[in-house]
């Protein structure tokens, strides 16, 4: 039985009135989507206000891992809402199980966390970790990288629109370049003592002498889903701490089995000083963590980092609620199974399609880089809109980043049967036919 059900072309009529109501009152500033208002979710599908039903690769931003509004996620919230919303730094209970419980999920080198409510919020409270713990004050991050769009957040990372417009960033970053196997002019992906002896003149231009630590992603999203080579990462953990710096792994969207292990540095067993956790920790609950070890933390004083809302009852039920499905369904399991299968069909549809010129990715998420000639690998990010428009057209719903705008995302929840990757497979299939430049 099929998922997906449209009556296109889109917007249907009350989709239509609620889009141009919406566009009176709230600024239009967010990135291009499908015309689509939704309505409901469940597990992949998507239910629109006017009845259309789609399968969805974008699971909210790369939010929702365990299912929309799986049924013993919403219960926990409702029973929390119905006790207590908002208690501010005074404990409640589910704050501390949540912390107890997350806890015993990390990385067994990490023994301790502190709730925020936003990716950006760990990244800043990451900053200043790698701050004060080491007295020092400058940070090395990465082209391509995405860290958040507040202050700090921004300056670290090395995309251009967070930055742009908006005059000097913090002083103290120190960006270079994150290996890309797609385009790597100077072959630092085959041979690493090339790339680390370029960050070794990178640093000893730009530094200060004033070194507290290093921010990266595992692989990079916002760039493009970017995977650095096997071993990378691992050789840059070493670099670090060879040097006395603190290694902050930014995990915000790449934890909780979306590469196919509960903690993308799992696969090379890397051991980050503090990690950055967001999105999937709640499933749609605003929530997110930085963990560390204890003698990280042990550099703040009583007060040095706080949230308004962080740690909250119904986000902390949210935070234990999840790892109860994650120790009820294989969806790590499933991650790995499903992604590779996914991924071994696409990079077949790229053989017949000359414009998808990569097809890249680990466990359920996956970049689709498009280009107007596979030997030049010049973007073609024209093709991007027609695309969503087309998959939505026939129940799909998907989403673009990438440093040129031209990469598809895919990363649908990671409770996706074969069957619904089937037929999601199939609707981008037919749309890459229909592609046209």
Not at 24 to 40: K, L, M, N, S
Not at 119 to 134: C, D, I, V, Y
Not at 155 to 175: A, D, Q
Request: proline content about 6%; overall charge neutral; aromatic content about 8%.
């Amino acid at each position: 039985m099929k998922s997906t059900h449209v009556n296109s072309p889109l917007p249907g009529p009350k989709g239509k009135a609620l889009l141009d109501k919406w566009h009176q009152f709230e600024a239009d500033v967010v990135g291009f989507q499908a015309p689509v208002v939704w309505d409901t979710a469940k597990g992949c599908v998507v239910t629109d206000v006017d009845g259309n039903q789609y399968l969805d690769w974008t699971c909210g931003v790369l939010v929702t891992n365990v299912g929309h509004c799986h049924p013993h996620l919403v219960n926990a919230i409702k029973k929390a809402a119905d006790r207590l919303l908002n208690n501010y730094e005074c404990a409640n209970v589910e704050r501390i199980e949540a912390a107890e419980r997350l806890v015993k999920a990390l990385p067994k080198h990490l023994n301790r966390c502190f709730f925020l409510s936003t990716g950006s919020e760990t990244t800043e409270g990451a900053h200043r970790l790698m701050k004060r713990k080491t007295g020092k004050y400058e940070v090395i991050s990465f082209h391509g990288g995405f860290h958040g769009r507040t202050s700090a957040a921004a300056s670290m990372g090395g995309m251009p629109s967070p930055k742009k417009g908006y005059g000097p960033t913090i002083p103290g970053v120190i960006r270079v370049p994150y290996p890309n196997p797609y385009r790597d002019p100077n072959g630092w992906c085959e041979n690493f003592d090339k790339y680390f002896d370029f960050l070794e003149e990178m640093v000893a231009a730009n530094s200060t002498g004033s070194l507290a630590g290093c921010i990266v992603e595992p692989y990079e999203g916002a760039a493009g889903f970017i995977f650095p080579p096997k071993g990378w990462l691992k050789r840059l953990e070493e670099w670090v701490h060879a040097k006395g710096l603190l290694l902050t792994v930014d995990e915000v969207q790449a934890s909780y089995g979306r590469t196919g292990k509960m903690w993308a540095i799992e696969h090379e067993d890397i051991k980050a000083d503090i990690l950055t956790i967001g999105k999937a920790i709640g499933c749609g609950m605003p929530v997110s963590a930085v963990a560390a070890t204890a003698d990280v933390f042990a550099c703040l004083n009583k007060g040095e980092m706080s949230s308004t809302l962080g740690g909250n009852p119904l986000a902390s039920a949210a935070v234990s609620a999840v790892l109860d499905i994650y120790e009820k369904e294989p969806l790590v399991e499933n991650s790995a199974k499903m992604g590779a299968y996914m991924k071994g069909r696409l990079q077949e549809a790229a053989q017949r399609c000359p414009y998808l010129g990569d097809v890249r990715g680990m466990g359920l998420v996956m970049g689709l880089e498009f280009v107007k000639d596979k030997k030049t690998k010049v973007p073609a990010p024209e093709l991007i809109k027609p695309l969503i428009t087309d998959c939505a057209n026939h129940g799909l719903l998907i989403g673009s980043v990438g440093m040129y705008g031209n990469v598809i995302r895919v990363a649908p929840p990671l409770c996706i049967t074969k069957a619904e990757a089937d037929e999601s497979l199939a609707i981008m299939e037919g749309a890459l036919q229909r592609l046209k430049l």
